[in-house]
């Protein structure tokens, strides 16, 4: 499963793609250090409001408007000093204070993978959590608190889901991300037997 445009979330300059937006577009050194979480948060409402005609003041047609949108997603999805944008829970509190703002009724589903592993949801469960977004036509923001065993990703760090795919010669489920201009495709499962902090996931629904 994939989303009906992943295009949407990609930014074309000159002979490159980029492939989802970047923290570094923020404005100070705090900000890029930190705004992995409103980054993704812009791309899930950026996402919904092209797929929804364009309910909210928002535009995606140029870096300077996506950029604007970064900046207005900062003031209420605002990171800590210290520990970013740390949870689920923080992330959607943020988001229902951004489009209670904009007098939106759009609502936030959330799957928290806790520290402690006897409290984590099974690989059926998240991945039936991740099929419904898919299948909802929703970019779903992924929180990696620890990046266990998947090489290829950054621990402490949002990035943004954009298919899921089970691979039935090797009995796994690979999710692809995109992550500051790159794409990630990593196996859901080991990540979630091995990272340590665990993590989470969101989305946006407008039913």
């Known amino acids: 499963m994939e989303l009906e445009h992943p295009e949407w979330l990609q930014w074309h300059t000159g002979q490159q793609t980029l492939y989802g937006y970047n923290q570094n577009w923020y404005q100070t050194s705090f900000q890029r250090t930190r705004g992995c979480g409103p980054t993704a948060a812009a791309m899930l409402l950026l996402y919904v409001n092209r797929r929804e005609k364009e309910p909210l003041p928002y ?25 970013g944008l740390s949870s689920t829970k923080k992330f959607c509190k943020g988001m229902a204070q951004l489009l209670r703002h904009y007098g939106m009724s759009w609502q936030s589903k959330r799957l928290s993978i806790p520290l402690f592993h006897f409290r984590r949801p099974s690989l059926t469960q998240v991945v039936q959590f991740l099929e419904a977004g898919m299948a909802a036509d929703c970019p779903i923001a992924f929180l990696n608190l620890h990046k266990g065993k998947v090489r290829a990703m950054d621990s402490w760090h949002w990035t943004v889901l954009v298919a899921l795919n089970y691979d039935a010669v090797q009995n796994c489920y690979w999710a692809t991300c995109y992550d500051g201009g790159r794409t990630i495709t990593f196996d859901l499962g ?18």
């Open 59 to 83: 535009r995606s047609d140029s870096l300077a408007a996506i950029i604007r949108v970064l900046e207005n997603v900062w003031n209420f999805i605002t990171p800590g000093r210290f520990l």
């Open 190 to 207: 080991l990540w979630l037997k091995t990272t340590l902090f665990g993590g989470g996931f969101v989305y946006i629904t407008t039913a």
